[in-house]
């Protein structure tokens, strides 16, 4: 199935390109309950929308302070809402009581968050140059340049739950890079890895090569891949204590949890001690460019 029919397939609630820029996520994405738990109440998907006739639902990420807006029909008329949360909690949605209830349009930002990226140096960041990565900044275009490797790039501070959200580009196709978190400092890239790998088998979105964008490499697969190679996307990950949520270009593409015990070692068990971030010089061939890094702590 080629990319075109493929798109034809999934109607997608999402925003648009240029409040996905702007950092918006969609919350429901207009075919699925992806995401979501049923609190109580009988749920479904219909049409493009949200539709309870009693109880709630609720978004399984949290979000720090954050604006999110949805649309709702109580059988009469679409209403907008828009409210900005001041502290960490769920996303609820709720039914109104004794009435068939549709929601469209949940979109959400996330408020607050700090760049740890400026454009004009690394400053902030720790190289490793006896590795064949090499990390540098165009100032012109204001990214960081990811080649060869591999390689990685570390923050100098450390996060243990935060969202995150970064805007980055493959210079060529089927590229492999990742973002790794909560990683112990200094060690080669032990970290949770959130891939970067636009590839997809076949033209099919919906099986991704090596993983895909946005899942957490090892230990999920992308539901879907919606970044192309040679373009900027737009990546948002939320790790929450066990609970690991991925989006990119809005889409949600990863909804986890690491049920494996306690380690302070992720690659052999759960590991929710803060650590620093990496970016990733995969192998000889790695050309990648992150325009901006963004990330909020979720206390």
Known sequence: MNTLLLWAVF??????????????????????????TVSDGEWAVENGTLVGTGGAMVLNTRFPKATWTYEVNDGSGWKAFSFETEAVGKIVIRAWEGKRTAFRNIFLKPQGLKPLFHGENLEGWNLYPEMPGRFTVDKAMRCIVVKDGPGMLESKESFGDFVLQVAA????????????????????????????????KDGDRTQPLDAGTGAIFRRTVARYVPANDKEIFYKTI????????????????TDWTDTRKPNANPRRGLRLEPG???????????????YSLNIGEIR
């Open 169 to 200: 580009k493959t210079g060529a196709e089927h590229l492999n890079s990742g973002i790794f978190f909560r990683c112990i400092p200094g060690e080669k890239m032990n970290g949770y890895e959130s891939q970067i790998h636009n590839g997809v």
């Open 238 to 253: 939320v790790a929450d204590g066990a609970h690991i949520a991925v989006w990119v270009n809005g889409l949600q593409v």
């Open 11 to 36: 109607s997608w609630t999402l925003p648009s390109a240029g409040q996905v820029a702007e950092g918006w996520i969609a919350l429901f994405d207009g075919e699925t309950t992806f995401g979501w």
């Open 276 to 290: 620093t971030l990496m970016l990733q010089a995969h192998d000889p061939t790695t050309d990648v460019y992150f």
